[in-house]
């Protein structure tokens, strides 16, 4: 903004005008956007460790994520026909509510532009724009309103919470028998089936009840065939040993497992299930029919 005044001078018997030009400056301060505040508002701000343990509790593949926002905490819950995984974490500064990301892999790689320790995020309604921040940077991410690892959450939801009224002994009513105690770290041996045995083969499991272990097998007498037995305690069991069959999709999942000790239910021909309250993370390993090698 220009501004014009007169500034009269006199020396002596002479008089001067002098016209004057002020020049205004104006400053405009850069402020990161922000979604509109509203009724439909939710918001959390997390820890970097708590986010990164978070997201890989439900594999690198994972592209897109429903989370609901408690009062202090996080969960979410994926599911697909090969398993499901659920976790919930702590956080802080929350606007309860549901929170949509439908670019998980955009996310992670703006995660890895800073070390920044502490992260928000916000969101107004399933399609609004996803908000994050971290420090001095801010990412903005649309958001579709289809969220593929929600599409089979629902029915497993369902059929987890039937499983847990039964204390896990059923799962679609046939028996779950065997029960233990396992650490992660005896079954991530499991993991390195792809590197010795290649991308294709099958992997099963034999709850041994007279040596208290959990072996997990890859391959066939074809093509040669991996060993992995993971120790158990607090053995619960029918009182005969018990098998399940997988694809190579239960190595895969096994690298998902947070550090620690995990509750182990399981049966004759059936799924593999996962707990571990102090995480608050449940997997569900789906089996498939039962081919001797």
């Not at 949509?100 to 992670?108: C, R, T």
């Amino acid at each position: 903004m220009t501004t014009q005044g007169v500034l009269s001078v006199k020396t002596g018997s002479s008089h001067f005008d002098i016209v004057v030009l002020v020049l205004g400056v104006s400053f405009t301060m850069t402020r990161f956007p922000r979604p509109s505040r509203g009724d439909n508002m939710t918001a959390f701000s997390i820890s970097r460790d708590n986010l990164n343990s978070f997201l890989s509790s439900f594999g690198k593949d994972l592209m897109d994520i429903a989370i609901t926002v408690n009062r202090d905490s996080v969960h979410a819950a994926v599911a697909k026909s090969t398993h499901y995984i659920s976790r919930q974490v702590e956080c802080s500064d929350t606007t309860p509510g549901n929170l949509y990301i439908s670019d998980i892999p955009k996310v992670k790689a703006y995660l890895s532009t800073s070390k920044i320790p502490d992260l928000s995020f916000t969101q107004s309604g399933k399609t609004g724009t996803l908000h994050i921040r971290c420090g001095n940077t801010s990412l903005q991410i649309p958001t579709t309103s289809y969220i593929e690892s929600q599409k089979k959450v629902g029915l497993m939801s369902k059929t987890i919470d039937n499983a847990r009224d039964s204390m896990w002994r059923t799962w679609f009513n046939l028996p779950l028998t065997h029960h233990a105690r396992v650490s992660a770290d005896s079954l991530k041996p499991a993991t390195g089936f792809k590197k010795v045995l290649g991308d294709k083969f099958a992997c099963k499991t034999e709850f041994d009840i007279d040596d208290e272990s959990l072996i997990i097998r890859g391959g066939s007498t074809n093509t040669g065939k991996m060993f992995v037995k993971a120790d158990l305690s607090h053995v619960e069991s029918s009182g005969v040993s018990v098998r399940s069959a997988f694809d190579k999709w239960l190595p895969e999942l096994l690298t998902n497992l947070p550090a620690g000790e995990f509750e182990l239910h399981t049966g004759d021909e059936t799924v593999l299930i996962l707990e571990q309250a102090t995480s608050n993370f449940l997997m569900v390993v789906i089996d498939q029919e039962y081919e001797e090698d």
